[in-house]
């Protein structure tokens, strides 16, 4: 069993900054990706970054250049750092990870965190 854990989130004004973290826990063997998706009210659920075992990142349009996706692996935890936050960034955020159980590295299951609301007030 994995649990995602995620701190961080709140109330912001537009152009201000938030930190988002995720720490995973539980029988894990190897994390192939950590990440943060976002759903809005009426909207499904989108990527807004993600990295994968290697280093290598991912971004939605809509937040390259103003967010940063990074992570310990030692303590098995990922942090996004939102910049210049606006009002369309007004969303829950869901941690989620692939992750090998030990011992089997071709099994992928996918974790969700419990989400965090992130408000930006324009």
């Known amino acids: 069993q994995v649990q995602l854990v995620e701190s961080g989130g709140g109330l912001v004004q537009a152009g201000g900054s938030l930190r988002l973290s995720c720490a995973a826990s539980?029988?894990?063997?190897?994390?192939?990706?950590m990440g943060w998706r976002r759903q809005a009210p009426g909207n499904q659920r989108e990527l807004v970054a993600r990295?994968?075992?290697?280093?290598?990142?991912n971004y939605a349009d809509s937040v390259k250049g103003r967010f940063t996706i990074s992570r310990d692996t030692a303590k098995n935890t990922v942090v996004l750092e939102m910049n210049s936050l606006k009002s369309d960034d007004t969303a829950v955020y869901y941690c989620?990870?692939?992750?090998?159980?030990?011992?089997?590295?071709?099994?992928?299951?996918?974790?969700w965190g419990q989400g965090t609301q992130v408000t930006v007030s324009s």
């Open positions: 989620y990870a692939e992750i090998s159980p030990p011992l089997n590295n071709r099994v992928n299951f996918l974790y």
């Open positions: 539980g029988s894990i063997g190897s994390i192939n990706v």
């Open positions: 990295i994968i075992s290697g280093g290598g990142t």
